[in-house]
């Protein structure tokens, strides 16, 4: 079976009670990843998204910096930055400064983003969300690797901006996006776009979204990959990110109820447990193997995993029993 490459989201949650313990914890399970090797990503929700989500995210730029202080090894990633509510200047700081303090470990994640209330509290509409996130990719590609930059877009104008540091290199670029099942008042659609799948291919490394099914992200891929040949373009690297909670039981439907109230902590109870488990990685070790090797044989390359608990034994279980099995 090919190799795969591993990653952690960290559980960088937002919860309205997170405290010092809170804390403890992430620490530990940013000491965790430096220990055996995972990267870490952290995921980027300004707000709770009610449709999806039952909790926020601290920020993640932010997160990422902390990681940097405590890591020596492994690569620091967005996982997915969301830019339409950001800048292209200010952005373009921000990753210098992450990729001078990692030591050139950063790796920038991408995506458009689809929560509304996101784009309006941040002085954007949704419906411009693809076409800024393409114009700040493009400006924030200039700004890392030239000085006296000026750019004139449609939502984006500056003049003579120079940023310092600037890299040595650009960062591994990651893009996002894919089907989920969309829900009521939001805009997102269960096919992956035309305009996504350009950005895809234009990037060259994908990390599918788990808010799917199994079948979608296999589904995505495809286009994907038809998408790059017809384009005429080098081949994609497929990864992909799910969230997990680990269950050392052999039984599956003990861990499915193990799993429960975890994964209903984060994702809220807008959609039914059956649905979560449909999109998640739930249930016994040996499943949960399964889905990731059926994902391996259909060309998966690179794995995030997010834990539904800041719990750092969960990295543990992680290590042991997913990534040893894998690598």
Known sequence: MAKLRFGVWLPTYAWPDA?????????????????????????????????LYGVAWLEPLTALAYAAALTTRVRLATGILVLPVRHPVMLAKEISTLCHLT??????????GWHAQEFASTGSRIEERGRRTDEILEAVTLLLTRPHVSYRGRYYQFEDVTIDPRPARLPELWASGGSRVPDPGERDVP????????RIVRCGRWLSRCSGTQEWVKRDWAQVQAHARASGRGPVVFG???FVHLVETADHAAAVEASREPFLRVMGTHRSYEHLQECYLIGSIDRIRARIADLVDAGLEYLVLGPVTDDPGQIDLLARHLVAAFT
């Open 19 to 51: 405290g010092p313990e809170h804390l403890r914890r992430l620490t530990a399970c940013i000491g965790k990843c430096d220990e055996y090797g995972l990267d870490v990503w952290v995921i980027d929700h300004l707000l709770t998204a009610p449709g």
């Open 103 to 112: 030591g050139g470990r950063f790796v920038l994640g991408v995506g458009p």
């Open 191 to 198: 096919f992956i776009s035309h305009a996504v799948l350009d």
């Open 240 to 242: 992909h990110c799910n």
